[in-house]
């Protein structure tokens, strides 16, 4: 006990005797509203998931207190976004007069972001009041009495309300150990003692179970199979839409070699039957061989074309030759 006598420690469960013990090694409540926590905790009638407001992750969730009058939801998630992406902010408000109750409960994305806000926004300044950042008792401390029933943290002296056992205000260290028998014979259950600490350390807020973890981290891979499924779906529609396209641009082209046939005066009955199981690529060959094969007659025929005027022109020049002779053979006589 003397190692422990410059430290402090922070309990893992609250215990209303052991809340409102400096050292937490009373045995007996002090005042009513003692009391009447105990009652509430022995008698379990404080449900914490029964508020249907408290919505988000609480490992990712820290409460924020102290706060101005003045403080609103827009200048609260400014001045909580300089530690992270903020998810959700629930500034508690009175249920008649809509007037801040001067605390509040901010969401962010990761637990990494809510640990930061956890240890560097504590005792930060905020409308000129000076906040103190926890985390999530409410939700994450086993056996937690809210202050309306008597339980809490924190408190003022004067109002016969103070509370110990919170990061503001942690246990002193106790000067002598806790008298577990005397609590045996009360039948009051004992207090944990929580761990010691030095001063000037931060105590932790609780980890998120491994199980839970091992649940989102399986989710977030089914998540992606999913996704990956889908994309490979839509993949696929993509590739059957692309062989839809090019089937219709195949029977298209067939359509127009079939009225460029009719166009051009060729049987029906010449015509080569195209099987389905022609591939595009025959396809593509033999319209290029029937296009040449065109030209090549087209071409043919002009030649003969050009052929028979040259033969008539030369038939021509052959029998205006002679009289043209005669002519000038007679002008040179003359």
């Not at 401390?141 to 008597?150: C, E, H």
């Not at 839409?241 to 051009?264: A, I, L, N, P």
Request: with cysteine.
């Amino acid at each position: 006990m003397s190692s422990n006598i410059n430290s402090v420690f922070y309990a893992e469960s609250y215990h209303p005797i052991q809340a409102g013990s400096i050292d937490g090694t009373d045995i007996l409540p002090h005042d009513n509203a003692v009391y009447r926590a105990l009652l509430c905790s022995n008698a379990a009638l404080y449900d914490p998931t029964g508020d249907p407001k408290i919505i988000g992750d609480p490992y990712c969730t820290v409460f924020v207190g102290r706060l101005s009058h003045l403080t609103t939801e827009p200048t609260l998630h400014k001045a909580m976004s300089k530690y992270g992406r903020v998810k959700n902010l629930r500034l508690v408000r009175h249920i008649v007069t809509g007037a801040s109750r001067r605390f509040a409960f901010v969401e962010f994305e990761t637990e990494r972001e809510m640990r930061r806000a956890y240890q560097d926004a504590h005792h930060a300044i905020i409308d000129d009041a000076e906040i103190i950042v926890d985390y999530n008792r409410q939700k994450l401390m086993p056996g937690w009495i809210p202050r309306r029933l008597g339980g809490g943290l924190g408190g003022r002296k004067e109002s016969g309300q103070l509370r110990f056992g919170g990061r503001e205000r942690p246990f002193r260290a106790p000067l002598q150990p806790i008298p577990y028998e005397d609590l045996k014979k009360l039948g009051i259950t004992p207090p944990p003692e929580g761990r010691y600490m030095s001063r000037f350390q931060v105590p932790s807020p609780p980890r998120k179970p491994r199980k839970l973890v091992e649940k989102e981290e399986y989710s977030y891979k089914r998540s992606s199979v999913d996704r990956e499924e889908l994309s490979q779906r839509s993949s696929s529609m993509e590739r059957d839409e692309h062989r839809r396209t090019v089937g219709r641009k195949q029977d298209s082209r067939k359509r127009s070699y079939v009225e460029e046939e009719s166009q051009y005066g060729k049987s029906s009955e010449d015509r080569p039957e195209c099987s389905p199981n022609t591939t595009s690529i025959e396809t593509d060959h033999d319209y290029k061989w029937r296009t040449l094969d065109r030209e090549e007659h087209y071409h043919s025929r002009s030649n003969a074309e050009g052929g028979e005027i040259s033969r008539k022109r030369s038939s021509r020049d052959k029998e205006e030759r002679p009289s043209k002779r005669h002519r000038h053979y007679s002008r040179s006589n003359h």
